[in-house]
Structure formats: structure tokens, C-alpha cells
């Protein structure tokens, strides 16, 4: 009970610990009980008069404690909530301080623990009318107004802090009104208050994303564009939040030029499609359904992201950066853990089939699809252990076309973790790679030309490579099919190199090939143009 009440922070478990009497029992409305003894501790008596300076003074995260003349002055604002002078509340504040529930940074003063101030504000909530509490915080400085609303923020469980906020999140009311061009003291307050009613705060969003300048709202051109999408990504969290949430971030993803690396949304977007440490509750179903709605868009951009975010949904072996997760006193996790066996088959099943899908499809995608799921093999057999439905989804994609990049991370899990499988796991990958296995030139020579698997990046692939290219070159059909590919496929290994030595050392008119080669080039648009070919070409 202890540790529940003092919310983590250990000085306040002990304190807690220690008003309780040896065989005493915590019943009925205990953290009331606590509290109060922990405020009053060893007082002869109660003094009401400190506690309304203490409810006071809890109103805001932090206030100035020293100035109590100026018209500016913090101390006389919140003694008026307390019924006091300025010089009254300075005394009360000093004697909080001796009972460790204030503490001090230069002219600064806080009531802390927070567990206390949020206990204390509620209080004063409860006994100060709305109609007087919120017009005169409204009407005091930039300075207490963010302080009280980040107190606020902290009292979602408060009916008064719900009243309050909501009324403010109004589409014509003071911040529900302005979410579309807030400033930078306005995107403060809105950020303070969202923990507190996140579906009016997610209702202000879309309003917004949906307004006259919604295109430039939710894109990168907005200049609080990051303070949004991590609100967002905070609003996520709740599985009946998260179509929206994700939708508009989104929006914000897709306003980035490709490959921006400054604070990418579509990493922050990514970040929620992991298995763990995702930051939501969202169920599978939910993520899935969204990947497919994403990969089945007409639009290429949609369905380049929902590949991404597909990387992430199979992704076995690392999660990624860690997010912050807090929200205001919401007890928040790292979201959705698979807790057996069967979560993890659940969960990888059903984004394999979507790329498995995505692979044999007629859009524009299908080759990066079977290249992910070849590139989360070796995860998915070794780390989230499910052989079966990896193997699975590789006679299907097999079965209807060459997977030869299937075929390369087969034989690196066979290369790298062999040792470590029972002979069971072992005869499967064998069996596997066998089928798997290229079984004419044209298969063997992309396979080997045109890839980025780590299985082929030594010199005994490097040799092999060459030893095929010099096939190609004596093989004109298989040798003009590839053409167009040795001179615009992005070469990210430099395996063209050893293909292009390979040509070379394989035909009998050098001149006359490497004159084929330019002619192909020509025909080749500027910013496909691949020239590693060329270099291994002339390089023999």
C-alpha cells in the first residue's frame, strides 16, 4: 500500500513508512489517512491556516517565495486563494520547508513530494470555485499560468481538472480555438493539459489537421510540428486512440522529403509497430489492419511507409531507440509484451503473411517486400523461434517465383547459428536451402551480381561472382536480359565490380561488349545511371 501511494519516489515511501504504528493495519480511506499524518507529522495540533497555504501553494508546480511587495509578486497572487497576506503565506511556506514538504532552488520554491502537491491541489480544487480559480490564473503571468496547468497535468483523476480542461479544449474556447497556430507559450499549456483528457486533447488535433491549413499543419512546415508528433505518439498508447493517433502522424510522415535524418517522424511513427517496447496497447489486429490499409493505398508514398512499418512489425532482434513514455500521472508501460509463445507466433504470423502478400502481388513494392522478409529471416528462425511459419511463407513465395534473396539469408542462418540449433532446426535449414537454391544462370547471376546480403561480402563470394559474370558473358540471351540491370541497379555491396571482371574475362571481343555496356547506358535515365560495372570492366 505504501508503495503504491508514494508513486516510486522512495523518500516518500519511507516518511509514509514511518507514520504507521507496529501492527497497525491500513483500512478504509488509508491514503487520506496517510497523507494528513505525513502533513501534520509531530504538530501538537492541526492548523488549518497551513494547510489552505499548502493547498495554495500547490496550485502551481513552482513559485517565487521571496518577493511579496512587487505587483508581480507570486506569493501575494496565491495567498489570495488562501485567504492570507503575502507575509502570512512566506511564514507558512517557511515552516513547510522545516517539515521537508518544500524544498528551494535559489528564490524558487516547490511543494514536494509531487505525491503530496497533487494530494494538496486536489484539495484546493475541491474548496476554491472555478468561476474565481480559473479567470484569476488566466489573468496572471505567462510565468504561473504554465505552472498551474503543468500542476494540472498531474491530476487527471481530479473531476475538477477534467471540468476545467475540457471546457478549455472547446473548439471556441481560449486553447481548443488556437491549436492550429498555437504559440510557443500556447504549445506549453496545450502539452501541460493533454494527460488530462487525451480524447478532447486528439479531438483538438484533428480539428486542426482538418481545418484551412491543415496541409501545412500536420507536416514539417508546422514550426511546432515535433511537439505535436510526440503528443501523438503519447495518445497512441490507448488501443481506442490509436487509429486516429497514427493516422495523423501519418500525415506528418509522409510531409518529409525522402531520407530526411532531423528528428524523423517516420521514426517516431515506426517506433509503434515494434513487438516490444512499442509504447502502445494497440493489439496486433489493430497494427496489422493498419500496415495493410497503408500497403494496399494507390498511392506509392503510403505504400512505401506501410513497408517500413512492416520492417518493424518483423523485426526479432533489435527495437529501436527507446521512447519516453510518461504522461503526465498516467501509469504508463512500454505498451503490448507478448506474454507466451503463441502472442509471438500470433503476432509475426500475422505480418508475415502481409509481406508474404505484398511479395507475390503485381505492385510496385513486391520486390522490397521479399526482400525485408529475406532480410528478417534469420531473426525470425533464431531469435523469436517461429521455423515453422518462416519456412512456411519461403515455400510460398518459392513456389511462385525465384527467392533467391530468401535463398542467401538461409545459408547465412545456416553459416552463423548452425551450431547453435538442435538437429532438428539444422536438417530443416538444409532441406530449405536446397529448394531454396538458384537453379539456372539468370537466377545465380542476380543472386550474386545484384546483392546487399551480408552471406556474399568475402572473397570467396567475391571470386564467384566473377566466375559467373564470365558465364554471362558467353550466354548472349541470359546476357541481354541483364543488360538494363548492370547499368542502373544501385550497387550497395560493389558486387557489380567482381560481375563487371567477370564480363570481361568471359568475352571474346572485349571492344564490342564494353560498347554494349554504353549503349545500354545512354538509354538509362541520369539518376538511375550505375557505373560500378564499368570500373570492374575495365578494371580487367
Known amino acids: 500500500t505504501i508503495a503504491d501511494l508514494s508513486g516510486g519516489n522512495a523518500r516518500l515511501a519511507i516518511l509514509l513508512a514511518g507514520t504507521v504504528e507496529q501492527n497497525e493495519t491500513l483500512s478504509g480511506d488509508y491514503e487520506k489517512v496517510l497523507f494528513e499524518r505525513l502533513f501534520w507529522q509531530t504538530a501538537p495540533q492541526k492548523n488549518d491556516n497551513l494547510l489552505r497555504s499548502a493547498e495554495a501553494c500547490s496550485l502551481v508546480y513552482s513559485f517565487d517565495g521571496e518577493d511579496t ?5 507570486e506569493l501575494q497572487f496565491l495567498a489570495s486563494f488562501a485567504g492570507t497576506s503575502a507575509n502570512s503565506l512566506y511564514s507558512d511556506v517557511a515552516e513547510l520547508k522545516r517539515r521537508e514538504l518544500v524544498q528551494s532552488r535559489s528564490r524558487w520554491r516547490a511543494v514536494l513530494p509531487q505525491a503530496i502537491a497533487n494530494w494538496l491541489a486536489k484539495r484546493a480544487l475541491e474548496s476554491i470555485p472555478k468561476d474565481i480559480l480559473v479567470p484569476n490564473f488566466l489573468g496572471a503571468s505567462e510565468r504561473l499560468i504554465k505552472s498551474f ?7 487527471h483523476d481530479s473531476k475538477e481538472t477534467v471540468e476545467i480542461v475540457e471546457d478549455w479544449l472547446e473548439p471556441n474556447v481560449w486553447i481548443g480555438k488556437h491549436v492550429s497556430n498555437l504559440s510557443d507559450f500556447g504549445m506549453e499549456v496545450f502539452a501541460n493539459i493533454a494527460s488530462v483528457s487525451p480524447a478532447k486533447t486528439l479531438d483538438a488535433i484533428e480539428r486542426a489537421a482538418n481545418g484551412t491549413e491543415g496541409t501545412s499543419f500536420a507536416s514539417r512546415k508546422n514550426p511546432r510540428y515535433d511537439r505535436f508528433v510526440r503528443l501523438l505518439r503519447q495518445l497512441a498508447y490507448d488501443p481506442a486512440l490509436f487509429d486516429r493517433s497514427a493516422a495523423l502522424l ?10 530526411e535524418i532531423n528528428q524523423p517522424i517516420h521514426d517516431v511513427l515506426k517506433s509503434l509497430f515494434y513487438i516490444r ?3 502502445t496497447r494497440a493489439p496486433v489486429g489493430a497494427r496489422a489492419k493498419f500496415i495493410n490499409d497503408l500497403t494496399n493505398s494507390e ?4 505504400q512505401e511507409l506501410g513497408l517500413y512499418l512492416l520492417d518493424a512489425a518483423l523485426e526479432a532482434r533489435s527495437f529501436g531507440f527507446m521512447q519516453e513514455f510518461s504522461f503526465g500521472a498516467r501509469r504508463r508501460d512500454y505498451g503490448y509484451y507478448p506474454k507466451t509463445h503463441e502472442d509471438v507466433v500470433r503476432w509475426f504470423g500475422s505480418f508475415i503473411d502481409i509481406c508474404v502478400r505484398l511479395a507475390l502481388s503485381e505492385q510496385l513494392i513486391a520486390e522490397k517486400a521479399r526482400k525485408l522478409l529475406a532480410n528478417k529471416l534469420r531473426g525470425l528462425w533464431t531469435n523469436a523461434g517461429i521455423r515453422n511459419t518462416a519456412e512456411e511463407a519461403a515455400k510460398k513465395i518459392h513456389a511462385q517465383m525465384p527467392w533467391n534473396e530468401g535463398w542467401l539469408a538461409v545459408r547465412g542462418i545456416i553459416k552463423y547459428d548452425s551450431k547453435d540449433l538442435e538437429e532438428e532446426a539444422k536438417s530443416q535449414l538444409n532441406i530449405l536451402e536446397i529448394l531454396l537454391k538458384p537453379k539456372d544462370l539468370l537466377g545465380l547471376a542476380r543472386t550474386y551480381a545484384f546483392s546487399s546480403n551480408f552471406e556474399l561480402h568475402d572473397d570467396q563470394a567475391d571470386r564467384r561472382t566473377r566466375e559467373i559474370g564470365k558465364e554471362v558473358a558467353q550466354c548472349i540471351d541470359t546476357l541481354n536480359i541483364l543488360l538494363p540491370e548492370l547499368v542502373s541497379v544501385h550497387d550497395i555491396e560493389n558486387t557489380l565490380d567482381a560481375f563487371g571482371r567477370g564480363l570481361a574475362d568471359g568475352c571474346s571481343d572485349k571492344m564490342k561488349l564494353f560498347q554494349e555496356l554504353r549503349s545500354e547506358l545512354a538509354k ?7 557505373y560500378t560495372v564499368f570500373r570492374g570492366f575495365l578494371s580487367s
Do not use: H, M, N, P
Open 299 to 302: 498511392d506509392q508514398d503510403e
Open 524 to 530: 538509362t535515365s541520369l539518376e538511375k545511371q550505375e
Open 250 to 259: 501519418c500525415r506528418f510522415s509522409l510531409s518529409e522529403t525522402q531520407g
Open 149 to 155: 496547468t503543468r500542476r494540472l497535468g498531474y491530476l
Open 277 to 279: 517496447r512499442s509504447g
Open 69 to 73: 511587495t512587487s505587483e508581480q509578486s
